[in-house]
């Protein structure tokens, strides 16, 4: 699973869904509202964010954290890699079933 923040819930829909249409993610959700706080240039900073999550298999992870970070806005993103350990078996076999076909073609550039 990655975990992204956005600047906005509309750059964050409109990368989760070139992942999904690419077949990179077999699923995204975009949490469109939330607040950061955090330290940039040496001043604290506070910001409203989108968070994304991608549902992936974890041999996509590298690409997905790639082509996220090609495609974003910010200087340095926080992109997070997040181990799945445990999940419900039907949905674990969906996920994976929507990232691996023919749609494996994502563009990477923005």
């Not at 869904?17 to 077949?23: A, N, Q």
């Not at 994304?52 to 996509?60: D, E, H, R, T, V």
């Not at 993103?77 to 999940?87: C, D, E, N, Q, S």
């Amino acid at each position: 699973m990655v975990y992204a923040t956005f600047p906005c819930a509309e750059a964050a829909v409109e990368v989760g869904r070139r992942m999904v249409e690419g077949g990179l993610a077999g699923c995204v959700n975009v949490l469109p509202a939330m607040t950061s706080v955090y330290v940039w240039d040496g001043k604290t900073e506070t910001a409203q964010e989108a968070v994304m999550i991608a549902k992936l298999p974890a041999s996509s992870a590298d690409s997905a954290m790639a082509f996220i970070k090609a495609n974003h806005s910010y200087e340095t993103p926080a992109i997070l890699i997040i181990p799945v350990i445990a999940g419900d078996k039907d949905y674990l076999s969906w996920i994976i079933a929507g990232t691996h076909n023919d749609r494996n073609n994502f563009n990477r550039q923005k």
